[in-house]
């Protein structure tokens, strides 16, 4: 071929190669459209571990699809009040938030079991039954049905039972408490006499130190040491039986998740898979050390007596069969979980139980 064949069909190739570009880029272009997002968090910014979880999400999608796909999270109160989160979903004032599903109980009981219920699953539990168990679509079913698309975006693993202003011994010491509790436990220890108060996180230290309430709860002493309830309330109570693994979600606008491209729900999936286990791995570092500062500042710990626990398991147990009976919804996604829990404890005292028995000895013998 001579030079000027060479150049004349080299010319030919490239106007058909930029053909090809042409057409291949509205195609990419509908694959990673630009899209953004705000989410409502239920809590402040200065719990940077439970509020960062959907951060850290945000930020994995945003990376992913080169800035493509833009989430904005905001805290409790700068579009909504921290416990409106789901309704700023399902009325479109926001497409997702970041909350605890068991703050909506009240709306049906069902939510509950999202976060966890009393004496319900640990953490690694919970995650095994979101994703193997067939949690994450039963859940989802549920949520469906609220126009409501959720995925598992953080655990706080399991939390401490709270700060209360007097010692707590018995069943009788419960009567007439009036004690900020989330969700659905509130409604079980009603039966033990405990008066539940409803309160969004940043707003706990202010009734806790005017006498509002009598006790409260939260999460754990990471989190607890920045809302500086050991100041006000210095019977720090453990273990919150109400709260053995709580799950966090990202909770979408079904209309709105479903209308995103493939790649986005993948990568939008993967991200708060990530940040359910970096959420996890926070508190399991920062807990021991914020435990111990807590106890140098004053705060007693104290365990929970046998005949507290026994008594809130029965009145949990009660109140399961009674939502059951009424509820086919709660029903199915309780008797799931409760033979996947069966299996779970099976399994735990022949795992971590027995090793972490022994490991806990070691410590106590000086010997770690």
Not at 217 to 236: H, I, S
Not at 273 to 284: P, R
Request: charged letters at 20%; a neutral charge; glycine letters at 10%.
């Amino acid at each position: 071929m001579d030079r000027r064949s060479f150049i004349k069909n080299a010319g030919t190739m490239g106007v058909g190669a930029a053909a090809t570009v042409a057409l291949a880029a509205p195609a990419i272009a509908q694959t990673t459209p630009k899209i953004s997002w705000r989410c409502t968090s239920s809590f402040p910014k200065s719990l940077d571990t439970i509020f960062g979880a959907a951060q850290t999400m945000a930020n994995y999608v945003k990376a992913a699809t080169d800035g493509n796909f833009d989430i904005q999270v905001f805290a409790g109160g700068e579009i909504v009040p921290a416990l409106k989160a789901v309704d700023a979903v399902t009325d479109g004032t926001v497409e997702m938030c970041h909350t605890a599903s068991y703050y909506f109980w009240g709306k049906d009981p069902t939510y509950a079991i999202g976060t966890g219920i009393p004496f319900g699953l640990n953490a690694r539990q919970n995650n095994a039954w979101f994703y193997y168990g067939g949690g994450n679509d039963l859940m989802n079913e549920f949520y469906g049905t609220q126009g409501l698309h959720a995925l598992p975006c953080g655990n706080t693993g399991v939390q401490m039972g709270g700060w209360f202003r007097k010692d707590i011994n018995t069943v009788a010491d419960l009567q007439g408490l009036k004690m900020r509790i989330g969700g659905f436990a509130g409604n079980i220890l009603t039966k033990l006499g405990v008066v539940p108060q409803t309160i969004a996180g940043g707003d706990i230290y202010p009734a806790l130190e005017k006498g509002t309430i009598d006790a409260t709860e939260w999460v754990g002493p990471y989190d607890d040491e920045k809302l500086g309830f050991f100041k006000v309330a210095k019977n720090y109570y453990y273990p919150g039986f109400w709260e053995g693994g709580s799950a966090l979600h990202a909770m979408f606008s079904k209309a709105k998740f479903e209308e995103l491209p493939a790649s986005y729900k993948a990568i939008l999936t993967s991200a708060c898979a990530a940040a359910n286990g970096d959420m996890l791995a926070s508190y399991d570092h920062k807990n021991p050390a914020a435990l111990k500062r807590l106890a140098a500042a004053g705060a007693q710990l104290k365990p929970f007596s046998p005949e507290i626990l026994d008594a809130c398991y029965a009145a949990a147990i009660a109140t399961y069969a009674e939502i059951t009976a009424a509820n086919p919804g709660f029903k199915k996604i309780y008797d799931n979980q409760l033979e996947f829990k069966k299996d779970a404890y099976l399994w735990a005292q022949f795992s971590e139980y027995t090793y972490d028995t022994f490991m806990m000895t070691q410590q106590r013998n000086g010997k770690l």
